[in-house]
């Protein structure tokens, strides 16, 4: 299969493309690298099969030759991104989905696209279902990202129902592995950096709010078992084993061996208090759950962490 990666030197979009080759398939990978990596790829360029198109998906997509899959990977995906660089991220949800559709629609192609558990806002119902509609503020700071999904998901559906493009959409929940940016702003690689360190770990609020981590490898499997069925409706993907961040800082410090304490910050405008997925669709209609257990998982982020930082 010949497949396009928008956001493809992104975390998730590089470990997708090393996947993919090792089936067989030729990747293109895209990326403008607003806050993809070139040290994401660079060790793919040797690989048959890949090839790099510096490019934003929010302009026109000229690209030769055949396509069997567009995946579309491209977006700020963490809150420190998204909050400086809204427009860009409002773009890529709008522009850069309605170009990647127009792309696979072009050339015939099945189209996939990554979504996310902030399409739920903070949510009022728990776990959250895909048939939940979510409680999101549309002009709040992190409204940027979560409206541009939710657009993507009813322009992807769109286009399903009136060109009769084949599609799939994951909504990804929290995933952690090697490839993070040290300074992502997210809360793994935030505690991770601190406590190797021996800086003061900071958890807002009171640390009581919930979330699921999953390691990237199963994310990976996920979204192969998706490509691989007919499956057109969201699909929940995340680790249903729910922790307090506050938990998730204690962990963390217990991993690395850190005598780093946690100081407390006050909670940001719209932080969603509990997040955690009902996966049984991804179950039922794909046989798939994540297998990394959560420290093991924490463990080989962790020496990704320490590699980087020398510590």
């Known amino acids: 299969m010949r497949i396009l990666i928008t956001g493809g030197a992104g975390f998730i979009g590089s470990h997708?493309?090393?996947?993919?080759?090792?089936?067989?398939?030729?990747?293109?990978?895209?990326d403008n690298f607003v806050t993809g990596q070139p040290e994401n790829i660079a060790p793919l360029g040797a690989m048959p099969g890949f090839r790099f198109i510096?490019?934003?998906?929010?302009?026109?997509?000229?690209?030769?030759?055949?396509?069997?899959?567009?995946?579309?990977?491209?977006?700020?995906?963490?809150?420190?991104?998204?909050?400086?660089?809204?427009?860009?991220?409002?773009?890529?949800?709008?522009?850069?989905?309605?170009?990647a559709l127009g792309l696979a629609k072009a050339k015939r192609a099945s189209f996939f696209l990554a979504s996310t558990s902030e399409v739920y806002g903070d949510p009022l119902v728990h776990p959250q279902r895909e048939e939940y509609w979510g409680n999101v503020n549309p002009v709040g700071p992190r409204g940027v990202y979560d409206e541009a999904k939710r657009f993507a998901e009813a322009i992807t559906v769109a286009y399903h129902r009136t060109h009769g493009i084949s599609t799939r959409i994951v909504r990804i929940f929290n995933t952690?592995?090697?490839?993070?940016?040290?300074?992502?702003?997210?809360?793994?690689?935030?505690f991770m950096t601190q406590a190797l360190r021996g800086e003061p770990l900071t958890v807002y609020g009171d640390g009581s709010q919930t979330r699921s981590f999953m390691y990237v490898d199963d994310l990976v499997e996920g979204i192969w078992r998706l490509m691989s069925s007919s499956v057109t409706d969201p699909v929940n993907m995340g680790n249903p084993q729910e922790m307090t961040l506050l938990e998730l800082a204690k962990r963390i410090i217990r991993?690395?061996?850190?005598?780093?304490?946690?100081?407390?910050?006050p909670l940001p405008e719209d932080d969603p208090k509990v997040r955690q997925p009902d996966i049984t669709r991804a179950r039922t209609l794909l046989g798939w759950e994540p297998r990394v257990d959560t420290d093991e998982g924490l463990r080989l982020t962790l020496n990704w962490f320490r590699h980087k930082l020398g510590a």
């Open 16 to 30: 997708l493309a090393r996947f993919l080759l090792g089936k067989d398939c030729e990747v293109l990978c895209m």
């Open 54 to 99: 510096q490019q934003d998906v929010s302009a026109y997509i000229p690209l030769d030759g055949p396509l069997d899959w567009v995946l579309h990977f491209a977006s700020p995906a963490s809150p420190r991104d998204y909050l400086e660089l809204p427009i860009q991220t409002l773009k890529v949800g709008a522009l850069g989905t309605h170009n």
């Open 176 to 190: 952690h592995g090697p490839q993070m940016r040290l300074h992502d702003g997210r809360a793994i690689p935030a």
């Open 255 to 265: 991993l690395a061996s850190s005598q780093s304490e946690i100081r407390f910050d």
